[in-house]
């Protein structure tokens, strides 16, 4: 994701620095949890990093995989959090059963 800066002249003539960006919503992971992202969208793909307990993701876009049930319910929804990296839509509150975005191309 991009963020572009433009710049301003406002009327009294001085230089303002503008910034334009889509706005990305940050959600949380499931308390007391250590979150496995993987690189691939199932329980099958390698595991890249783990989230720290209180961690907070972006999701790009979301795509069905393995399903896995966590403490937010049984889902085959993996939330794509940054390139090539994906954890399960059970272990993420977004406030819904289904896709809260776009599904990953």
Do not use: H
Not at 7 to 14: C, I, L
Request: hydrophobic content about 35%; charged content about 15%.
């Amino acid at each position: 994701m991009s963020v572009d800066r433009v710049e301003e002249v406002a009327s009294g003539g001085t230089a303002e620095a503008v910034t334009t960006a889509a706005a990305l919503t940050y959600y949380p992971i499931a308390p007391g949890v250590r979150l496995n992202v993987r690189s691939g969208p199932g329980t099958g793909y390698p595991v890249v990093r783990v989230l720290a307990e209180g961690a907070k993701v972006p999701i790009y876009c979301q795509t069905p995989g393995t399903s896995v049930t966590g403490p937010y319910g049984t889902t085959n929804i993996w939330d794509n959090i940054a390139d090539g990296q994906f954890v399960s839509d059970s272990y993420v509150r977004t406030g819904s059963d289904g896709y809260v975005t776009s599904r990953c191309a």
